[in-house]
């Protein structure tokens, strides 16, 4: 995949465990993906080194709505969606995210999304953009199935195969 330019792999939910991240950061991708709402996380100790012991590598639990004063205001997506982002440690991925957090207020009710990515660099904002991608996708091929016959052609020749795929996708 990265000879042909692929950097990052998208996925849902569902993908968001350490038996599917740790092998496709080892293949050399970055995963960007969506949390689930407990996801088990760490902040790193920021402090100064105290001089005795080992140094200190993780201060607490990240507590979302606690401890939302230690997120980055990246800004707002909507009216009444904010982004904030971090650097984390996620016990689950056994590694470094970065967690954006797309917090929702509604008549006294917040509600959250976590998307995150391996890639600790990656832009908050970039980060949306490829998961809102992803659901393009997904809704182009429900869309090919649904309305222009996609699983219906029964040639066994790659060729034709190739050639008709092209057709649904450019149909829809």
């Given at each position: 995949m990265q000879e042909q330019g692929i950097l990052y792999l998208v996925g849902d939910a569902y993908y968001s465990?350490?038996?599917?991240?740790?092998?496709?950061v080892k293949a050399g991708l970055k995963l960007v993906?969506?949390?689930?709402?407990?996801?088990?996380?760490?902040?790193?100790y920021e402090g100064e080194y105290c001089g005795v012991g080992r140094p200190k590598k993780f201060d607490g639990k990240?507590?979302?709505?606690?401890?939302?004063?230690?997120?980055?205001?990246v800004g707002r997506l909507q009216e009444g969606i904010e982004i904030y982002t971090k650097k984390v440690y996620s016990k689950t991925f056994k590694c470094a995210i970065n967690v954006v957090m797309l917090r929702q207020t509604r008549e006294n009710k917040?509600?959250?999304?976590?998307l995150y990515s391996t890639d600790t660099e990656l832009d908050a904002l970039v980060i949306i953009?490829?998961?809102?991608?992803?659901?393009?996708?997904?809704?182009?091929?429900?869309?090919a199935k649904?309305?222009?016959?996609?699983?219906?052609?029964q040639s066994r020749k790659k060729r034709s195969h190739t050639y008709s795929f092209k057709c649904f996708i450019i149909s829809t």
């Open positions: 465990k350490e038996k599917f991240v740790s092998p496709v993906g969506k949390l689930r709402t407990d996801a088990d996380l760490q902040w790193f990240v507590r979302f709505e606690k401890d939302l004063h230690r997120f980055e205001h917040t509600s959250r999304v976590l953009k490829y998961y809102k991608a992803r659901f393009q996708i997904e809704f182009l091929f429900r869309d649904q309305y222009t016959g996609f699983t219906h052609c």
